[in-house]
């Protein structure tokens, strides 16, 4: 159902649905596991989407061997000697993950991709591996990427106010170098993801001391991966998609999600509260239904992919909403501030942007076609808003979403949504 031109009507939803696995958490896991001596098991429950596909590319161009197998990936780190050219398709988190850790080996390493990979914003990098012994070029702060190490450790700073993914490469390589490092994160803005990285980095024996108040990191040098067997948390970011169609159109339930997980996006639970929605969370479930719509304000700064979804749901919400947070949707896979003002409008919604904010007047929405910018989470939105819509939605190049998540029109459809 994702070939280029999909239609989703109008109708009730109801049912439930496996969230798919985590490609944030899946791709640190994948990284982590390519630098253990040894050989791990990522579970992972479900196709695996682009975004994962480009980190396993990564991990086996640097020296990993890698075996898809029924239900994971089976993962034995450093095995056999690192290629000088990596492709991260079009996946921001497996360049500038990747790149720090490319920086360990001495000889030198390109890491680009393709599409909108190459319009995506790299100059953080150079300065913060050349102050710890790498050197590192880019074409003019875009990929590709080349870099030379070895890194040796020391004292470095990064800029966190666009990405922590750089971040999260950084912590990554530097326990493997000789000297002890310390990191400092200047404008850190997405906590809830370097929280992630620490956790899958501990999960693999590997500790660093960190206060993400301050955007201060402490990594001990000479430390070992161990390879594990490690489980894959269900996805908040798409299992966001799906809840808020439930709180719109009727009950959905996502199932396979960690209640205390680090992943941001878990912060949909309280938008839904916010627009009014009835949200019941218990075991690894989360239901999200209708309630009394309301107009909300919400911070997304710390969650920006959260913004397709919550554009949506506030759509349906009587009066203005407000969604904070518009400086983060600049470089992802579109200017998703403007793709996300043409989808609205397209479907006879408003948007504004005040400042760092969008205000979104509650509207019915029409149908209408929609051309999701080649950006999956434009495209989830558009299908999301259409249960509730009074027509039907028709998004083109509809197959976009399998960057992130290869089932979604499948999973809808299971829903009861009326898909052609």
């Known amino acids: 159902m994702t070939e280029d031109l999909v239609t989703v009507g ?14 944030s958490l899946f791709q640190r896991a994948v990284a982590a596991a390519s630098l253990a001596r040894g050989t791990s098991f990522l579970e992972a429950a479900g196709p695996l989407c682009a975004d994962a596909r480009a980190s396993l590319r990564a991990a086996r161009a640097l020296g990993a061997r890698v075996r898809e197998e029924p239900g994971g990936v089976r993962v034995t780190g450093r095995a056999r000697p690192g290629s ?9 988190l497996a360049l500038r993950m990747f790149t720090p850790l490319a920086a360990l080996e001495a000889g030198p390493v390109t890491l680009t991709g393709s599409g909108s990979l190459l319009s995506r914003p790299v100059h953080m990098l150079p300065p913060a591996l050349e102050a710890l012994g790498a050197s590192c070029e ?25 990405t922590s993914q750089v971040l999260t490469g950084l912590l990554l390589a530097l326990p493997l170098c000789r000297e002890d490092s310390e990191v400092r994160a200047r404008g850190l803005r997405s906590r809830g993801y370097v929280e992630a990285t620490l956790r899958v980095m501990e999960d693999f024996g590997v500790g660093v001391e960190s206060d993400l108040d301050t955007g201060l990191s402490f990594i001990p040098g000479g430390q070992a991966y161990q390879p594990r067997e490690y489980t894959v948390e269900g996805d908040w970011s798409g299992a966001a998609f799906l809840l808020v169609a439930g709180a719109l159109a009727g009950a959905v339930t996502v199932t396979g999600l960690d209640l205390e997980s680090p992943q941001p996006d878990r912060a949909i639970l309280q938008a839904l509260e916010l627009a009014g929605a009835e949200v019941k969370a218990g075991g690894d479930s989360v239901t999200a239904a209708p309630g009394k719509p309301r107009a909300f304000s919400f911070d997304a700064s710390g969650c920006p992919d959260l913004f397709p979804p ?49 205000v979104i007047p509650g509207k019915t929405l029409q149908g209408g076609t929609i051309d999701p910018h080649s950006d999956h989470r434009i495209a989830m939105a558009a299908a999301v808003a259409a249960p509730a819509a009074a027509g039907p939605v028709r998004i083109a190049r509809a197959s976009c979403v399998s960057k992130s998540y290869p089932r979604f029109f499948q999973d809808l459809a299971s829903l009861g949504a009326k898909i052609s």
Not at 10 to 23: E, F
Not at 138 to 162: A, H, I
């Open 84 to 92: 000088e050219w990596v492709d991260c398709g079009e996946s921001g």
């Open 10 to 23: 109008p109708g009730p939803l109801r049912g439930a649905v496996a969230a798919p696995p985590s490609k």
């Open 138 to 162: 880019t074409r003019g702060g875009y990929p590709p990427v080349r870099v030379r190490g070895p890194l040796r450790g020391g004292r470095t700073e990064v800029d966190g106010s666009l």
């Open 310 to 358: 919550l554009a949506v749901l506030a759509a349906a919400c009587p009066g203005e909403s407000r969604i904070s947070g518009v400086h983060r949707l600049r470089h992802k896979e579109s200017d998703r501030a403007a793709a996300l003002a043409d989808l609205l409008s397209r479907l006879g919604g408003k948007v504004r942007i005040e400042r760092d904010a969008m």
